[in-house]
């Protein structure tokens, strides 16, 4: 079943690529539902974020009309960059099957690994460099935020 | 200069939450020229991958017509997280600067921290366990993605 899904998945990459666009594809699957289907759409929708399975998240809420997933699968034919891996934590999905991994994707040319690295890193040490500046009312946002009573936490 | 910036995205934050949305805000800035401003829509749009930095990463690469943001500075309200992290790197910004911690949106009830976390563990230990599967087709998207002379790389 399992074996099944990650195919598609896989399936889905490569006919991505024949359409010049990234080599990744991913599945989200509820209850033995394909809840959504994607691949790669960087270069197609001018949008660095538009990874297999950010684009599957989002298609995903769409059609269940919720911002988590909870009780989903996920199905990638790659193993979640650190951005896909946020999202996959942030839509609260119950677990994720992958085929190839970040060194996989290092050979093919992709930061994957690249990215795995820098953030261990301290943030003013990353080749990105991520630098802390004190406001004085840096903090307002959290605090008028938890005295909000009509809050949707999320 | 940045500490103005980094004022604004505050503030965006701050008004997000006065409409019920999430307490982050983001700017990216190019040459003195804001390309993009940005709170969080997380529950606004029913999208998990709606935070403050992804969002204006969208948006700045629409107004640019480009999927890389070579040369342009990210100005957030917070720290990002993981997935913003990723998706900083993704779009090749040239330097970040933020106002409040990992630790500061712990406080506040939010994941980051606990993200960070569990980067660090192996997949399948992870709370959303993500389990590696052999499939003999699984190297196919990126063979083919190297043969394809008309690919776009990222």
Redesign the interface.
């Known amino acids: 079943m399992?074996?099944g899904y990650?195919?598609q998945a896989?399936e889905l990459?490569?006919e991505?690529?024949?359409c010049?666009g990234?080599?990744?594809?991913a599945l989200i699957v509820r209850q033995g539902e394909i809840i959504a289907a994607c691949a790669n759409g960087?270069?197609r929708?001018?949008?660095?974020?538009a990874?297999a399975e950010?684009l599957a998240?989002?298609h995903a809420?769409?059609n269940l009309?919720?911002?988590?997933?909870t009780g989903c699968v996920l199905y990638t034919?790659?193993?979640?960059?650190?951005?896909?891996?946020?999202?996959?934590?942030?839509?609260?999905?119950?677990?994720?099957?992958?085929?190839?991994?970040r060194d996989?994707?290092a050979?093919?040319?992709f930061?994957d690994r690249?990215?795995?690295e820098?953030?261990?890193l301290l943030?003013g040490r990353r080749s990105?460099?991520?630098?802390?500046?004190?406001?004085a009312?840096?903090?307002?946002?959290?605090n008028?935020?938890?005295q909000?009573v009509?809050?949707?936490?999320?």
Chains 1, 2 share one sequence.
């Open positions: 399992h074996r990650l195919q896989v990459a490569i991505n690529v024949k010049n990234g080599p990744y594809g960087v270069t929708d001018l949008d660095p974020t990874h950010v998240i989002r809420c769409r009309q919720d911002y988590q997933l034919s790659c193993e979640p960059c650190p951005m896909c891996l946020g999202a996959i934590y942030w839509a609260r999905l119950e677990s994720v099957y992958y085929a190839c991994s996989d994707a050979a093919a040319g930061d690249f990215i795995y820098q953030i261990a943030p990105i460099p991520m630098h802390y500046l004190e406001l009312d840096a903090g307002l946002p959290f008028v935020w938890q909000n009509a809050k949707k936490p999320y």
